[in-house]
C-alpha cells in the first residue's frame, strides 16, 4: 500500500458474540484494537438470539456439582459431530471454551447463569447431558451503556417497555397454564417490569443482555467500535494479511493491523445468490433469523485471498413460520408441547417434532420431493393447544389477530377434513394421520418417531400430561393449521480454521495475520447442533482463541469469580 490512514495491532471485523470477545480480551493483553462493523447497529446475529452458550465443563456445571468434563463431553462430540470436524479442532473447543467463560466472568462485566435442565440435544448418546450444557448471558441494565444503547441491534420482535425474560424463564412461561412453576414465573416478570417501568431500568435478557455487557467492557478498555464501516478488502503482502480496508461516508480507509485480522462478521444467510449456489432448494434468503447484514462478504473476500471454505451447504436450521408484517417465527418449544403435529404435503407425518430444530430441518429437506413436498411442512393444532400453550407471539387464550387469517397465515377448519382441504390436503389422508397420532398420545407412545422419549424432547413438554409429556389428542375443534418453511439462525460454512482460529487455504497452509471465529467460520460442530448455544458458544470461544494467539498467549489471568 501506498500508505495507510491508520495502523492498529489488531482489526476485528464484526461486532457480535465472538468480534467482541477477540475485540477485548486483545484490549486486555495490551494491544491496540479497533473493531468495524458493516451495520448501523453492533450486536450482529447475537443480539437476535437467545444468548445461550453451550459450554461443556464449564464452571457453573462444576458450581453445582454436576459430572462432566473434557473427556466425557469429547465422547459427546465425537459420538455425533464424528470426523466432519478435525479433532484437533474439536479438542481447542472443548479445552478452550471453559476457559473462555472463567475469563470474561472474572475480567468483564459479562456474567453467566446456567440454564438449568436444558440437556443436551442428544443427551442418551454417551457423554451426553440430561442436565444440559448450556448457560446464558444473565440480564443487565440497559442504560449503563448510555447513548451507546441507542445502537444495540433491535430484536426483530419487538417487546414492550419494562418486559425482558431469560431463556429459562420463557421455557416455564410456555407452562403458564398448566404448572405453578409457569404461574410463579409470570408473576416474577410481571412484577418486574412494573418496576423497570416505574424505576426507569432498561432491563436487558436473552442475546441483548449478553452483547450489552461486552459492550460496555469494551467502552471501559477504550476499544473504539465503528459502525456503517463495512469491509471492502484485505491486504496482503507476501502472502500474510497485513491490514483491511473499510469504507466510511463513501470513501475507502486503509488500515495497517500490525498483529492480525479477525473475521468475526456473521455467515451469508441474507445472501440470496450464495444460498442458490451452495444450498439444496428450496432456500430463502427471507426465511432466515439471521442479522440482516449477514451477506457473505468477509467470507467471499477470504476466498479470494485464498481461503477454503466447507459447510457451505448447511445452517443452523429451525422450522419457522412467516407471519404477516412480522419478522420471520422460529420455532423451539411450540414443536414439543403435547397436542400438534407436522405433516408433508400428503397430510403424513415424517419425523419426531420434538427433536432439536436442526434435526427436523434436516428431515424436511432429505425427505422433499416435487411429488411429495415437505418444504413448506404444515403444523397442525386443535384448540386445547391454542388455548394452553404458546404459539410464536401467541400466548394462552389470547385471540388470534384477523389479519392472521386473512392473510393465509393461520388456517381454520371445523373438522380435520376441512382443514386438509384449506391446505390442499387429501382429507382422509389427513384425518388418517391425525387418528393415528391421537392413539398413541393416548398410549403415550410415539410407535413411528419416539417424540417424547428423550429428555430434550421433554424438557419443553408439559409435566402435567401423562404418560408422555409431549403427546395429547388433536380433537377438539376448531383445529388450525400454519405452515413451516426451512428457516435457519445464520448459515454455518465458512473460512476453515485451524485450533488457533488461523484461516487456512486449500492446501492446509495458514494465512498468516488472518483469524476467524463464529458464522464467518466453518463450524466446529460439523452439520449438527450439540446442544442449545453451540453457535455462540463456538463463536466467542474461537474468538477469544483467536486474540490469545495474537497475543502470543499472554493474556489478563482469570481472577475471583463471583
Known sequence: MAHWDL????????????????????????????VVEKSEYYGGSTALSGGGLWIPNNYLLQRDGLDDSFEKARTYLQGIVGDRTPQSLQDAYLRDAPEMVKYLASNSHVRFHR???????????????????????????????????????????????????????????????????GKQTALKVGVRTIYNVLA?????????????????????????????????????????????????????????????VVLAAGGFAHNQAMREQYQKAPVNHEWSSANPANTGD??????????????????????????????????VGERSYPGAIMVNAAGKRFTNEAASYVEVVHAMQEKHTAAVPHIPATFIMDSRY????????????????????????????????????????????????????????????????????SAYDRYYGDPTVK???????????????????????????????????????????????LYVAGNNSASVMGNTYPGAGSTIGPSMTFGYIAAKHIAGGRIRPVGELS
Open 386 to 453: 391454542r388455548s394452553k400453550y404458546i404459539f410464536g407471539t401467541l400466548f394462552p387464550m389470547q385471540s388470534i389477530p384477523t389479519s392472521y387469517f386473512t392473510s393465509g397465515y393461520f388456517k381454520r377448519g371445523d373438522t380435520i377434513e376441512e382443514l386438509a382441504r384449506q391446505c390442499g390436503m387429501d382429507p382422509q389422508s389427513l384425518a388418517a394421520t391425525v387418528a393415528r397420532f391421537n392413539q398413541f398420545a393416548r398410549n403415550g407412545v410415539d410407535e413411528d418417531f419416539r417424540r417424547g422419549d
Open 200 to 260: 426507569g431500568v432498561k432491563y436487558l435478557a436473552l442475546g441483548p443482555a449478553l452483547i450489552a455487557r461486552l459492550r460496555l467492557s469494551l467502552k471501559d478498555e477504550g476499544v473504539p467500535v465503528w459502525l456503517n464501516s463495512p469491509l471492502t478488502d484485505l491486504v496482503m503482502e507476501n502472502g500474510s494479511c497485513v491490514g483491511v480496508v473499510v469504507e466510511q461516508e463513501g470513501k475507502p480507509v486503509r488500515i495497517r493491523a500490525q498483529k492480525g
Open 115 to 181: 440454564s438449568k435442565g436444558y440437556a443436551d440435544y442428544y443427551p442418551e448418546r454417551p457423554g451426553g447431558m440430561v442436565d444440559g450444557r448450556a448457560i446464558e448471558g444473565s440480564p443487565f441494565d440497559g442504560s449503563k451503556l448510555g447513548q451507546d444503547l441507542d445502537q444495540l441491534r433491535p430484536m426483530g420482535i419487538k417487546i414492550p417497555a419494562g418486559l425482558a425474560f431469560t431463556a429459562s424463564e420463557y421455557n416455564r412461561l410456555g407452562m403458564i397454564t398448566s404448572t405453578w412453576a
Open 298 to 331: 468477509a467470507i467471499q473476500l477470504g476466498m479470494k485471498v485464498g481461503a477454503k471454505v466447507d459447510l457451505m451447504d448447511d445452517a443452523w436450521w429451525g422450522p419457522s413460520s412467516l407471519p404477516p408484517n412480522a419478522p420471520v417465527m422460529f420455532h
Open 467 to 513: 404418560p408422555n409429556p409431549c403427546l395429547a389428542p388433536i380433537e377438539k375443534p376448531p383445529f388450525y393449521a400454519v405452515q413451516m418453511v426451512a428457516g435457519d439462525l445464520g448459515t454455518k460454512g465458512g473460512l476453515v480454521m485451524d485450533e488457533h482460529a488461523r484461516v487456512l487455504r486449500e492446501d492446509g497452509s495458514v494465512i498468516e495475520g
Open 7 to 34: 495502523t492498529q495491532d489488531v482489526v476485528v471485523v464484526g461486532t457480535g458474540g465472538g468480534g467482541m470477545t477477540a475485540a477485548l480480551v486483545a484490549a486486555q493483553a495490551g494491544l491496540a484494537v479497533l
